[in-house]
Antibody
Framework: QITLKESGPTLVKPTQTLTLTCTFS??????????VGWIRQPPGKALEWLAI???????RYSPSLETRLTITKGTSKNQVVLTMTNMDPVDTATYYC???????????????WGQGTMVTVSS | EIVLTQSPATLSLSPGERATLSCRAS??????LAWYQQKPGQAPRLLIY???SRAPDIPARFSGGGSGTDFTLTISSLEPEDFAVYYC??????????FGQGTRLEI
């Protein structure tokens, strides 16, 4: 059974750096075609994709946020870490990590999601 | 940058009726399109991937179609638990992934 859980601060100040950790079980990020993505959702608004890391350590980012984001495999083999610099109140959102379904083709579809963690940016 | 436009923004229907949701891409994405359902306070749930393949445990009343730039999600006969927000999502070379703005399906 695949599970994911996000962890990190619930409150950050403007200009600070946010570090979120996704701790997962039930799969290995070294298995072919597996990936983990980050998606956020401001209150009452739509989903916004942030970043994805693949089994081969390939990384892709949202163009609008690329300069502020870094996604890495954690020091523990079952973790993925997302950092976002220069946080602003508009970054207030629920942040989700999700498992990329290991399809035979190149499609990126997220079949298992964490519960999400709410991050508020305020001084 | 590929933009996904979902229509309508809100769809008002009754249980038992058929729902048809639309997602249009600004450029061709082939069949690299997925649909998600999200209920209040919950994470999204994958319904459809590769435009028309149902994810495991998704009821047969959900079906997806289309290719290129025009896609549809059809719910053949609405159940009370189907009233939620639906998002489409594409995969391309750049940007890798984008979501549509969502369609709210309300009773």
């Amino acid at each position: 059974q695949i599970t994911l859980k996000e962890s990190g601060p619930t409150l950050v100040k403007p200009t600070q750096t946010l570090t979120l950790t996704c701790t997962f079980s039930g799969f290995s990020l070294s298995t072919n075609r597996v990936g983990v993505g980050w998606i956020r959702q401001p209150p009452g608004k739509a989903l916004e994709w942030l970043a994805i890391i693949y089994w081969d350590d390939d990384k892709r980012y949202s163009p609008s946020l690329e300069t502020r984001l870094t996604i890495t495999k954690g020091t523990s083999k079952n973790q993925v870490v997302l950092t976002m610099t220069n946080m602003d109140p508009v970054d207030t959102a629920t942040y989700y990590c999700a498992h990329r379904r290991a399809l035979l083709n190149a499609m990126d579809a997220f079949d298992i999601w964490g519960q999400g963690t709410m991050v508020t940016v305020s001084s | 940058e590929i933009v996904l436009t979902q229509s309508p923004a809100t769809l008002s229907l009754s249980p038992g009726e058929r729902a048809t949701l639309s997602c249009r891409a600004s450029q061709s994405v082939g069949s690299y399109l997925a649909w998600y359902q999200q209920k209040p306070g919950q994470a999204p749930r994958l319904l459809i991937y590769d435009a028309s393949s149902r994810a495991p445990d998704i009821p047969a009343r959900f079906s997806g179609g289309g290719s290129g730039t025009d896609f549809t999600l059809t719910i053949s006969s609405l159940e009370p638990e189907d009233f939620a927000v639906y998002y489409c999502q594409q995969r391309s070379n750049w940007p890798r992934i984008t979501f549509g703005q969502g369609t709210r399906l309300e009773i």
